[in-house]
């Protein structure tokens, strides 16, 4: 019944930005923790940053620190990644997830997006 949509991916140029959406519906219970993977063709599929829906328990992969950002607005139940100084080893299908245990662990999270994909070109 949970249902997570991501939006706001695309092409950017290196060095560029991009922010992309992810809008949680249909819980029926509470939701601890949100996070953003992402998975390149003939990758593993890795943590990129998490997020308690409280607002604390925030953890970023080493890769992306300084560089991206989680955050989210409750009142319309949406998660954010806000990546900026894009590389291009940052290009692969990013999705959303929600469980009861957070972290940037795949096997944490229960309920996922259908993903959407981010290319940043060399």
């Known amino acids: 019944q949970v249902q997570l949509q991501e939006s706001g991916g695309g092409s950017v140029q290196s060095g560029g930005s991009l922010r992309l959406s992810c809008v949680v519906s249909?819980?029926?219970?509470?939701?601890?923790?949100m996070g953003w993977f992402r998975q390149a063709p003939g990758k593993e599929r890795e943590g990129v940053a998490s997020?308690?829906?409280?607002?604390?328990?925030?953890f970023y992969a080493d890769s992306v620190k300084g560089r991206f950002t989680i955050s989210q607005d409750n009142a319309k139940n949406t998660l954010y990644l806000q990546m900026n100084s894009l590389k291009p080893e940052d290009t692969a299908m990013y999705y959303c997830a929600t469980g009861v245990y957070g972290g940037l662990g795949r096997d944490e999270y229960d309920y996922w997006g259908q993903g959407t994909q981010v290319t940043v070109p060399h």
């Open positions: 997020i308690h829906t409280g607002g604390g328990d925030i």
């Open positions: 249909g819980y029926t219970y509470r939701r601890y923790y």
